[in-house]
């Protein structure tokens, strides 16, 4: 059964460090390329960036100055930081798949969501 | 980025009744294998985003033969044929060619 699970931290105070960890279950986890996307009231649904089982990654232009992500294939496992975080970042995050691997080319998906995990930033 | 336009914003349907969204991008969505990477998805009220098409007419496993996606270039439709009592929810278009991948704002589906 593919299954993706998050969990992190869900209220943080401004400039602290949004940390946020989701684990793949049921797929191939180096057949796909990871990412991070976000909603708010405000802004919508917002794709934060994407990573790859090597660890290569693509950032959004918009936040790129403040995110890291990371992978341990492992655990098949993503991680997400957004350092400096401000009440605009507050959202539902989820990860989801951006890319898989279909017969010998890589093609674009967001097929498979985690449960979302709210994060709140309120002094 | 790529501006996703959708309209309407709300979309109150009679049960049984049709029921279409439409999408407009601000580039063309052909990317350079050929493929357009337009996805929809259903977002009910809690719950994750759902991708019901891709590639702008290809409907995922499990989805409905109701939903139709359709378009080119710039222009692109969701319909539903007979909208059911499950089909309530906001709904939005998605396109994936360009970097960052971007979403419109969403159109409500609710039942007259």
């Known amino acids: 059964q593919v299954q993706l699970q998050q969990w992190g931290a869900g209220l943080l105070k401004p400039s602290e460090t949004l940390s946020l960890t989701c684990a793949v279950y049921?797929?191939?986890?180096?057949?796909?390329?990871w990412s991070w996307v976000r909603q708010s009231p405000g802004k919508g649904l917002e794709c934060i960036g994407e990573?790859?089982?090597?660890?290569?990654?693509n950032y959004n232009p918009s936040l790129r100055s403040r995110v890291t992500m990371s992978v341990d294939t492992s655990k098949s496992q993503i991680s997400l930081r957004l350092s400096s975080v401000t009440a605009a970042d507050t959202a539902v995050y989820y990860c989801?798949?951006?890319?898989?691997?279909?017969?010998?080319?890589?093609?674009?998906?967001?097929?498979?969501w985690g449960q979302g995990t709210v994060v709140t930033v309120s002094s | 980025d790529v501006v996703m336009t959708q309209s309407p914003l709300s979309l109150p349907v009679t049960l049984g009744q049709p029921a279409s969204i439409s999408c407009r991008s601000s580039q063309s969505l052909v990317y350079s294998d050929g493929n357009t990477y337009l996805n929809w998805f259903q977002q009910r009220p809690g719950q994750s985003p759902r991708r019901l098409v891709y590639?702008?007419?290809k409907r995922d496993s499990g989805v409905p033969e109701r939903f139709s996606g359709s378009g080119s270039g710039t222009d692109f439709t969701l319909k539903i044929s007979r909208v059911e009592a499950e089909d309530v929810g906001i709904y939005y278009c998605m396109q994936a060619t360009h970097w960052p991948p971007t979403f419109g704002g969403g159109t409500k589906v609710e039942i007259k």
């Open positions: 590639k702008v007419s």
């Open positions: 989801t798949d951006s890319y898989y691997y279909n017969s010998g080319r890589w093609e674009r998906a967001f097929d498979l």
């Open positions: 990573i790859n089982h090597t660890g290569g990654t």
């Open positions: 049921g797929v191939s986890f180096s057949s796909y390329y």
